[in-house]
Nanobody, 114 residues
Framework: VQLQASGGGLVQPGGSLRLSCSAS????????MGWYRQAPGKQRELVAM???????NYADSVKGRFTIARDIAKNTMYLRMNSLKSEDTAVYYCNAYRSGEDYWGQGTLVTVSS
């Protein structure tokens, strides 16, 4: 399983970005997919997750601002990020979990700065 994250970049506070995670396999076969992030000097943390049945879960810090979604036909997962704050600056990683195995993408950098 290979995951390719993209869509990061530099954005001003209050702006928006959409991250994409393209998978090499049928994403519906994954039990759970999600986005994590790691800011400089901090541990990696869960941002949002999506089960194969479509249920979602978000970190409190991003609720109401971020939306996780998927396009099964394209084997792609997305993270729409609105009202970005400086504290959202981090490397964002996509993750997939299936039958006890974790798979990670390479990460995409999001920088929120004026």
């Amino acid at each position: 399983v290979q995951l390719q994250a993209s869509g990061g970049g530099l954005v001003q506070p209050g702006g928006s970005l959409r991250l994409s995670c393209s998978a090499s396999v049928d994403i519906f076969s994954m039990n759970i997919m999600g986005w994590y992030r790691q800011a400089p000097g901090k541990q990696r943390e869960l941002v949002a997750m999506l089960s194969n049945l479509g249920s979602t879960n978000y970190a409190d810090s991003v609720k109401g601002r971020f939306t996780i979604a998927r396009d099964i036909a394209k084997n792609t997962m997305y993270l729409r990020m609105n009202s970005l704050k400086s504290e959202d600056t981090a490397v964002y990683y996509c993750n997939a979990y299936r039958s006890g195995e974790d798979y990670w993408g390479q990460g995409t950098l999001v920088t929120v700065s004026s």
